[in-house]
């Protein structure tokens, strides 16, 4: 997946996200934004903990569809602030495959932390784009070296989401439905 390829997706994902009322106006956070990013990882850390299969797409392993998952809201906030990924060469000190894996996944949340901390701190839209760019990079290859390939999971949990019905506004304004 090239820097082309996501930059296309991710205005795609924002506008479907938008459609299906994730983006209420006025009512939406930043941070609780991120946040939702980083629960995807720690359920990646738990399906990869129990060796779990997914119970969406049930071919997959669930740590891979997780990290799908967190590529989506990812990708899905950068439409929102209209960030752009560029593709880096870089090293993170947790991720790589002579890691653990909680150690690789532990690496991403660094990244969504960083990317938080720049945004609050009103850094520029090209600091930002930086640290967008490291946190896709992170779960692109976190992915990569637990031997994942995001690319047709990516697009099956993509069509996945606009069908399930806990996604759909009623059942979010339910009790214990998915608030934001």
């Not at 939702?36 to 797409?57: F, N, Q, Y």
């Not at 209209?82 to 996944?105: S, V």
Request: glycine share 6%.
């Amino acid at each position: 997946m090239n820097e082309t390829y996501l930059n296309k997706l991710s205005k795609e994902i924002h506008l479907d996200v938008v459609a299906a009322g994730w983006w209420p106006e006025g009512k939406s956070c930043i941070y609780e934004k991120l946040q939702l990013v980083s629960t995807e990882v720690a359920e990646a850390t738990a399906g990869a903990r129990k060796d779990l299969m997914d119970d969406h797409l049930t071919l997959y392993k669930m740590e891979l569809v997780e990290l799908v998952d967190t590529l989506i809201r990812t990708l899905d906030l950068g439409g929102r602030l209209e960030l752009t990924y560029k593709e880096l060469d870089m090293e993170h000190p947790f991720i790589g495959k002579d890691k653990f894996i909680g150690c690789n996944h532990l690496g991403i949340n660094c990244c969504i932390i960083d990317l938080s901390k720049a945004f609050y701190l009103n850094k520029s839209v090209d600091v930002l784009n930086d640290f967008y760019s490291a946190l896709i990079w992170s779960i692109l290859e976190v992915a990569k070296v637990r031997g994942f390939n995001l690319a047709l999971p990516l697009r099956e949990k993509l069509d996945y989401n606009k069908i399930r019905l806990d996604h759909k506004l009623s059942k979010r304004a339910e009790k214990g439905g998915k608030k934001f």
